[in-house]
């Protein structure tokens, strides 16, 4: 028995402990972007809208082709209606009538009916709305995929921008720890004043602040990676890529040189989909006055009796069959659809208007996200000069503080501006990442890595 437990633990912390490792990810922005466009959620769901859109498609194939009912039913007439004839057709009295039932008190019959359209103009407009709707579906689906590739793009650098956050703060105090505590011991010795202290003491406290909000913001930020990947927000996830690499493999100004045609725009090609739709309900609404023809085959049996033997072998079923064919022809409507035809017209108009107005908002678009990109580059240049400057600022009054040169306060205002500094630097990072995205994402070209 106790054997069996040990074994039954051990199997058990076993499956527990993979199941644990199965949830644990070391992921570099390229597997994080394979992650999501297999398992984000409004990734699925766009893929569900494709294999939706496919089964439309052949719902609207399948309305022209032959179709095939049956029906079967049995009737009992509890109570057989009674009809009245002259009495002199059966020898009875002239002028009286008698009461007569016809047929059996119960009945059975089964009817199979082939119907096959053979021309009806909206169907034809239908297979064309369908293979639209199917483009309009593939087109928003690469347009998620932009979407979420731009977003783990996002959470990933923002996730890496929080770490190095934290990891500076943490400096930071460390090295303000150590300023405050050679001041105090300075300022027991009577060599400096308590001011210098305070002043210092306010400075870690701020510090400390900071610390402890960049920390909360780091663990929101993976919380929201996980799930930009489709994750759940507790999965153990560490990043593989450093925020200063993906920045350098980020800025290539070449990437400012590359055009495409708007047409290409995920969003142009959506905004086309739309326009090809209203020009479909308009072909509708005009077909509507065409005349509809429809061929139908049915066959058919009966019994009658005054008993159930409808199942007996040697039961009588009578047979009949009808061949036909089918017109509906519209001929008066009163205007309604004359009505639903302009309407049809007027938001094809409005469709085209809109189109003609995406293609100028994509171009402004492209020239906004190249310009951002461009920016994002320039002040990430001027970021880093920056803070090697308020380094050697920080630094010398660092030295001319503890020579009694510069006054506390001239300390803090160099240690702020330097904190300052470091932050901007990390932000310029971060935005050159998110700005090539965001071009990339315009130009419909995600090709993360910079090609030699």
Known sequence: MNKTCIVFSFTLLSIVGFAQQKQTYNLTLEESINIALDSNYTAINARRDIAKAIKLKWETTAMGLPQINAEVSYQNNLKQPVTLIPSDLTGGEPGSFTPVTFGTKQSASALATLTQL???????VGLQAAKT????SENAEEKT???VR?????AYGSVLLSKELVSIFELNKKNLEKNLFETQKQYENGFTEEESVEQLAITLLNIETELKNSQRTLLIAKQMFNLSLGLDIESKVSLKDSLDDLTQENINLGFLDITINVEENIDYKIAYNLTEQRSLELKLEKSRALPVLSAFLNYGTQAYSDSFTFLNSDKIWYQSSVLGLSMNIPIISSGMRSARTQQARIAFDQATTELKETHQKVQLEINTAKSNYKFS????????KNLVLTKRIEKKNQIKFVEGLATSFDLRLAQIQLYSAQQNYLQAMLNVITTKAELETVLNTPNFRNKE
């Open 377 to 384: 580059i320039e002040s990430y240049e001027n970021a880093k």
């Open 145 to 147: 995929q932009l979407e």
């Open 150 to 154: 731009k977003g783990v793009i996002n």
């Open 133 to 136: 709707f199917l483009d309009f």
């Open 118 to 124: 053979i021309f009806d103009g909206s169907y034809l």
